[in-house]
């Protein structure tokens, strides 16, 4: 996936990317202390996220009846993800713009493959991937 880091306040601090077009408020974890990494294209970078308080079973499942894909932003980091279950064990949830593994959302049920589902991000982050 390619991401351009277009502005940064610092190591695990807000950062705007840019991705397919889109721009996204993220905290970054690419920078070193006191070292900010350098504007524009990023590689070898992955999205992640955090969900201190996730939303209950049947609000997850009932609040995308319009089966959207996208992610909605609500403030700073925070993002409501609009998405599809794509598997599960591990659950990956297309949201249009990525493919993300939330590990808040725990099923073995089969039928919850290609359900549209609502979820909580309270951190988007972007930081290195092992090569």
């Known amino acids: 996936m390619e991401i ?3 502005e940064t306040n610092g190591y695990a601090l807000d950062a ?3 991705i ?3 721009v996204f408020i993220v905290m970054d974890d690419i920078s070193y202390p006191g070292k900010n990494h350098t504007l524009g294209p990023v590689r070898n970078v992955e999205i992640g996220y ?3 308080d996730p939303y209950a079973w049947n609000a997850t499942f009932s609040g995308n009846p319009d089966h959207l894909k996208t992610l909605s932003h609500s403030d700073n980091w925070n ?4 998405g599809q279950i794509l598997t599960i064990n591990p659950v990956l949830i297309d949201f249009g713009i990525f ?13 919850c493959v290609g359900e549209y589902v609502v979820v909580k991000i ?10």
């Open 20 to 22: 397919k077009g889109q």
């Open 16 to 18: 705007k990317v840019e």
């Open 122 to 131: 309270d951190r988007l982050s972007i930081s290195k991937c092992a090569i």
């Open 4 to 6: 351009s880091l277009i």
């Open 50 to 52: 955090l969900t201190v």
């Open 99 to 111: 493919t993300l593994e939330y590990d808040d959302l725990k099923t073995n049920d089969e039928r």
């Open 79 to 82: 993002y409501l993800g609009y």
